[in-house]
């Protein structure tokens, strides 16, 4: 284990487990319970793999009814509770404690609605995010938000983190998505917000629910904007021999007036390993962009040449336009391939810092130097249109201190984003793995503000534990509320 | 109708600092105040309280066009930020309208006022509202505290998404102060298509067809027995956004709007010119839009006359009626112009909602001085 405290499960709790288990249960479906440690094991983490810890128990309901029996037993009986989707996250954002029962969505997978005159859908929440897309396919819609997860996330993971994706340049994230929810909160209410509505007319309990990372409620229903199928895309790749000139392209793209659905970037480690991993035939060079816009065939082919007459004022090593299916995967293969063909280098930890765009290249060039100076190599690989960076940074699990060593120059790369006017966390979360370093971004009374909100959904402080706020800052809340 | 409340201070503060001083002050003598940016959002003559601007608190901080971001503090006066993106080809694309002649008042709109009334014309069909577009917010809390959230980056999911409360929250949640917004390309080719002699169940369902096209309709409203579809675009893209648009409505004939029409056409109904100058309440009610023409019928047969926008999703009512009328048929109905008529101006919540609304105040505002009874209830 490295660096990330997590505070002392409460004996108590786990000496009561039986009775809480027994509670459950009798309120829960027979299969919806489990407690076997063979079983729940399979819950002890999320995709922050270097942490782990098995739950107390885990609860599997299929109906909103279900999840709001479950909560009121944990409210009742003061026994923690952390949200779960399909457990992708990658910030330890559904990291269980010992003193805590998992509540999780995967069984809640009806599609309850699909409204294409009204243009949304109505889910239930463990839905994954790619389903819902190929439930609309027939009707010509489909949902925007494209997290990389999305073939195995779902929608209520998506929505406690506001997930986004390569193509949110355009089309925005989770929360600009998202039109009505039906949550439950920490006492077991169940209640309504929004709905096939465009906005509400009170506070926006919704957009604040959206990317809390379950500090406030589960959301087990969701109606969600959809999106008629542009009538075509297509990707070009640019490549460059300085970072610094990539990211003026990426501005001047930007200022011209030519809005494209993605904009990636690549930098030469990242662009090494894909090839000796995907062979996808990328240019050798110190950076690569693939940019893709989309709609009709002549839509397409105007906005390209708009693309390419910018690029080619900047001198590119490189300008490939896809003219057909085949030569626009392979344009998108070794971008697709990129984390795949970088866990073959070893093992690494993903960052998601966002910094504005004009810092990008001063941004590159200073992870450079703290690379140097950690002594560990690091890769980009970036939705560049809206600054959100990923750098990989490469480590050996099997040596003592090097995940240490891997976090302490993460943690430089997420400040050094701070310091240059952006942000801890773009689409990941903060979850357990950026918490501590909430404090960089935000001064105390920030803080507090956002744990007053808390306050007021989860008095006592039972839903998803020791994530997004700091244990320190954190703590006499948590001790007031568990007086209450 | 409501007394005219006595003659009361006009505070001004200078700075944040100068702000968050006296809002300490009032919140220790718990005494009210009626916030206003240039005062043309809302209408707060019956509530109590000296009046508070943030008028002062003015001047664009940053813009920077390549990443689409501005930042402004909350005084700017909205004029200033659209013809400053204008010259650089970009917009605020959720078009926030101009209140002024429906509301009967003559200030100067403010940013800061956009964002709390999370002000959204007809393009938030396609470009989403106010608070898609609010990447961050400096603020001065009901105690006197300077706060902020969010940044200036597009994407931000670090910790708890206070903005999006802030956009339609009209000052209840605190004062703004500073405002960080995406901006986008202002697309340089336009063109409106008018279908005349429809009826209101036929504008829904030309709006429907319309948008499930991926021709990205922008604008979708009806008044007067006209439907209006707007396209945007950049080159050939609008002329093919439009020929297809055109084959979709065939054989109904079609009116087109050039350029310069669809300006000031657009700018008519976003402003709500149609209902300017009038002494009747006007309601703002939101609806799933194949919902609207029932709305519509209902709403008529109270006295008066309607007109829609986001194809179909927002009405407009004016006319008489009383608010439990009104919101008999109409359930999310919000009280735009007052007109005369008395009692909150937001539809009431469902319990356990409004339970949590009001412990957001109590948390933001703890001793309610900030638009005391504007949305609580």
């Known amino acids: 284990m490295s660096g990330i405290a997590m505070p002392q499960p409460d004996a108590g709790i786990i000496a009561r487990a039986p009775q809480i ?63 779960r989707g399909a457990g992708t996250s990658l910030a330890g954002g559904a990291l269980p404690t010992a003193d805590s029962v998992i509540i999780a969505t995967l069984r809640l997978r009806e599609v309850l609605e699909i409204d294409t005159a009204n243009r949304f859908i109505r889910v239930q929440t463990g839905v994954t995010n790619l389903s819902v897309s190929a439930e609309l396919e027939p009707q010509g819609f489909f949902y925007a938000p494209d997290p990389s997860s999305q073939l195995a996330c779902t929608i209520a993971g998506n929505i406690a983190m506001n997930s986004g994706g390569a193509h949110c340049l355009k089309y925005g994230v989770t929360t600009n998505n998202l039109m009505g929810a039906t949550v439950v909160l920490p006492t077991g209410e169940v209640v309504e917000l929004g709905g096939p509505e465009m906005g509400p007319t009170g506070l926006d309990l919704m957009g604040l629910l959206c990317g809390s990372e379950g500090q406030l409620g589960i959301v087990t229903e969701a109606t969600l904007r959809i999106l008629p199928r ?189 310091d240059v006017g952006g942000c801890l966390t773009g689409e990941h979360g903060v979850g357990i793995e950026k918490r501590d370093l909430m404090g960089k971004q935000y001064d105390d009374p920030d803080l507090e503000i956002q744990m007053a909100v808390k306050d007021v959904f989860d008095p006592r402080w039972l839903l998803n534990p020791a994530k997004v706020f700091p244990l320190d800052a954190s703590r006499p809340w948590r001790e007031e509320a568990a007086t209450r | 109708m409501i007394p005219e409340t006595p003659s009361r201070a006009g505070l001004n503060p200078a700075s944040e600092a100068e702000l968050g001083a006296l809002i300490a002050e009032r919140f220790a003598a718990r005494q009210p105040l009626r916030l206003a940016g240039g005062g043309t959002r809302v209408e707060t003559g019956h509530l109590p309280g000296d009046t508070l601007s943030t008028a002062a608190i003015s001047g664009v901080v ?53 964002v709390a009334a999370n002000a959204s014309g007809p393009r938030r069909l396609l470009a989403g509202a106010c608070r898609d577009h609010l990447l961050g917010l400096r603020f001065v809390d009901g105690q006197g505290r300077v706060l902020k959230n969010g940044g200036r980056v597009m994407k931000n999911v670090t910790g708890l998404d206070l903005g999006k409360l802030f956009c339609g929250a009209h000052g209840t949640l605190g004062v703004l102060t500073e405002v960080a917004l995406k901006t986008l390309p202002h697309l340089p080719d336009r063109c409106t298509l008018g279908l005349h002699g429809v009826t209101v169940e036929e504008a829904v369902a030309i709006f429907s067809a319309a948008l499930a096209t991926p021709f990205e309709v922008s604008g979708a409203a009806f008044r007067d027995g006209t439907a ?74 109270l006295g008066g006359e309607a007109s829609l926008d986001w194809g179909g999703g927002l009405v407009w009512y004016c006319g008489p009626g009383s608010a439990q009328a009104v919101r008999q048929v109409a359930p999310h109905a919000t009280l735009v112009r007052r007109g005369g008529l008395t009692g909150p101006a937001f539809p009431p919540e469902a319990p356990a909602v409004a339970r949590l609304s009001a412990g957001l105040r109590q948390r933001f505002d703890p001793a309610g001085i900030l638009n005391p009874g504007l949305m609580d209830q």
């Open chain 2, 62 to 114: 940053t813009y920077e066009p390549g990443e689409m971001t501005l930042i402004a503090r909350a005084g700017t006066p909205l004029d200033q930020i659209e013809a400053m993106l204008a010259a650089e080809g970009q917009a605020l694309a959720f078009e926030p309208a101009d209140m002024r002649g429906v509301l009967g008042c003559n200030g100067t709109p403010t940013i800061g006022g956009v």
């Open chain 2, 228 to 301: 209006w579809l707007r396209v945007e675009g950049l080159g050939p893209q609008m002329d093919y956004r439009r020929d297809r648009l055109l084959a979709l409505l065939a054989p109904r004939e079609t009116e087109l709007l050039d350029a310069e029409a669809t300006l000031a056409l657009w700018r008519g109904l976003r402003d709500l010119a149609h209902f300017a100058g009038l002494d009747a309440p006007l309601w703002r009610v939101l609806v799933k839009p194949t919902d609207a023409p029932a709305t519509v019928r209902a709403l008529q047969a």
């Open chain 1, 21 to 83: 288990v027994a509670a459950l249960r009798e309120v829960l479906p027979a299969d919806a319970v489990i407690w076997d440690p063979e079983e729940t094991r399979a819950y002890e983490c999320d995709a922050l793999t270097a942490y782990r810890c098995p739950p107390l128990a885990v609860v599997l309901p299929r109906t909103t009814e279900e999840v709001a029996a479950a909560m009121r037993i944990c409210h009742e009986m003061r026994v923690p509770v952390v949200p």
């Open chain 1, 230 to 418: 542009p009538e075509g895309a297509r990707p070009v790749l640019i490549g460059f021999d300085g970072a610094e000139v990539a990211g003026e392209c990426v501005a001047r793209i930007i200022r011209s007036g030519v809005l494209p659905v993605a904009i990636e970037y690549m930098d030469d480690v990242c662009l090494r390993a894909v090839e000796a991993f995907a062979h996808a035939g990328y240019p050798d060079c110190a950076a690569v962009l693939i940019v893709e816009v989309e709609g009709s065939p002549a839509e397409i082919d105007h906005q390209i040449a708009r693309i390419r007459e910018i690029a080619g004022a900047l001198n590119p090593v490189e300008f490939r336009e896809s003219r057909n299916a085949d030569e626009a995967m392979a344009i998108w293969k070794g971008r697709k391939s990129a984390f795949g063909a970088m866990g073959r280098l070893g093992d690494y930890i993903c960052l998601d810092g966002t910094v504005p765009v004009g810092q990008l290249p001063y941004t590159l060039k200073m992870i450079g130097e703290l690379s140097r100076q950690h002594g560990l190599e690091v890769a980009n690989v970036f939705h560049a249109g809206d600054g959100n960076m990923h750098p990989l940074i490469l480590f050996n699990a099997n040596k003592p201190g090097d995940l240490e060593r891997a976090e302490a120059f993460g943690n430089d790369i997420l400040r050094l984003c701070v």
